[in-house]
């Protein structure tokens, strides 16, 4: 039953999925997107996966969605801009949706070779998961946090801004007469 | 849950990643191509998800978490390499720094 729902919601995931990466409005796309983040983690939820499903909602949803909208608050959205982007979405798509479609006819026999077996599975506790995240998996989660550092680092040295140059009469005077 | 059920999920999983894959190879504005990269960075997430819940085994969730660190410094190295490039260069078309070098 709840194995069911989650398989509505990735349905419905899907859906929000190609309507995020159809549309030519970046607001329009970036709302699809944080539809279909959401219903995914309802699909985690039903999973049993609660941790999940919450760091989905507060992390995904709420963090990088923010920092997206932050981005998008600071492009021009002009009709002429979306009506190029529309002509070159209509352009370039077949080759792209080829590649899309075999990746999934590649696994679509999985579904046939899948026999019914009795249900297994359980609630997973966020207490096997910290367990594991700072027992057997310590290493790992130091490796991200110095993926995190280095890409907050990364983002100061990209973001900062470059200090002005000094107004230009120094490059008149070194001329001198000639 | 059944066999069957996990083997839609997983399908369903591609399907996610095939449909962000399509998004960043048909897109060309950089802000819309990073949403199709968290889009196909979610499909692996529900495939972690879905065999975890499966195998009533907590490695599916704490994988998605370090995949959750993975988006999280994919998207604000990204967005800040954006945000340079419209600055410096004033493009915000990822097929105009094709003939990058160093």
Same mark, same amino acid.
């Given at each position: 039953m709840s194995a069911m729902v989650a398989i509505v919601a990735g349905g419905l995931a899907v859906v929000a999925a190609l309507l995020a +990466?159809?549309?030519?409005?970046? +607001?329009?796309?970036?709302?699809?997107?944080?539809?279909?983040?959401?219903?995914l983690a309802a699909a985690f939820f039903a999973l049993g996966a609660d941790f999940a499903g919450a760091l989905q909602i507060l992390i995904y949803a709420g963090a990088v969605a923010a920092v997206f909208v932050f981005v998008v608050m600071t492009i021009t959205n002009s009709d002429a801009l979306r009506a190029a982007e529309h002509s070159r979405l209509r352009r370039v798509w077949p080759v792209p949706a080829a590649v899309a479609i075999l990746i999934v006819l590649m696994v679509l026999p999985a579904l046939r070779g899948a026999k019914s077996s009795a249900a297994v599975g359980a609630a997973i506790p966020v207490r096997a998961v910290g367990a594991l995240l700072f027992g057997p998996w310590a290493v790992v989660v130091e490796l991200a946090s110095f993926l995190l550092l280095a890409a907050m680092l990364g983002a100061r040295h990209l973001g900062r801004r470059a200090p002005s140059p000094p107004p230009n009469e120094p490059l008149q005077g070194r001329d001198g007469p000639s | 849950m059944t066999d069957q059920s996990l083997a839609m999920?997983?399908?369903?999983a591609t399907t996610l990643f095939a449909v962000g894959l399509f998004g960043v190879l048909v897109r060309r504005g950089v802000l819309l191509q990073l949403i199709a990269l968290e889009v196909l960075l979610a $499909?692996?997430?529900?495939?972690f998800i879905a065999a975890g819940a499966r195998r009533g085994d907590a490695q599916g969730q704490a994988m998605f978490v370090i995949l959750l660190v993975f988006a999280a410094a994919e998207v604000?190295? $990204?967005?800040?390499?954006?945000?340079?490039l419209r600055r410096c260069a004033d493009v915000s078309d990822s097929d105009s720094v094709s003939q990058l070098r160093s």
């Open positions: +990466v159809t549309s030519s409005d970046a +607001v329009r796309s970036l709302f699809a997107l944080l539809a279909a983040l959401l219903t | 999920l997983l399908v369903l $499909g692996p997430a529900l495939a604000a190295i $990204g967005l800040a390499l954006y945000l340079r």
